[in-house]
């Protein structure tokens, strides 16, 4: 079993920055692929980035690309998402996701067998 939990969250004026952070514990050892999702109001819960914990391979959705960064620190077992440029639209619950894959497909909801609680972004115009 693998238990996540996010932090970070809050409220932030339009073009201000966040840094989500995604704890990691339990059994986390060996390959897997962690991701990013949101979901706003009324919504489908949205990708925006997956990392795969051995190679580092990243991967990103276009909504997000050039202004959101996804890390990983493997020693603390923590992954991370870097926001910057942040938009009212951005606002939605953020939530971390685990899976034991080493390749692949790795960015749908589906792919994912561990998810965090979510953590509430909110950005003022």
């Known amino acids: 079993q693998v238990q996540l939990v996010e932090s970070g969250g809050g409220s932030v004026q339009a073009g201000g920055s966040l840094r989500l952070s995604c704890a990691a514990s339990?059994?986390?050892?060996?390959?897997?692929?962690m991701g990013w999702f949101r979901q706003a109001p009324g919504k489908e819960r949205e990708w925006l980035a997956t990392?795969?914990?051995?190679?580092?391979?990243?991967g990103y959705a276009d909504s997000v690309k050039g202004r959101f960064t996804i890390s990983l620190d493997n020693a603390e077992n923590t992954l991370y998402l870097e926001m910057n440029s942040l938009k009212p639209e951005d606002t939605a619950v953020y939530y971390c996701?685990?899976?034991?894959?080493?390749?692949?497909?790795?960015?749908?909801?589906?792919?994912?067998?561990?998810w965090g609680q979510g953590t509430q972004v909110t950005v003022s115009s």
């Open positions: 339990g059994y986390t050892s060996g390959s897997a692929c």
């Open positions: 996701a685990r899976d034991w894959r080493g390749s692949g497909a790795c960015y749908r909801t589906a792919d994912f067998s561990y």
């Open positions: 990392i795969f914990t051995r190679s580092g391979s990243r």
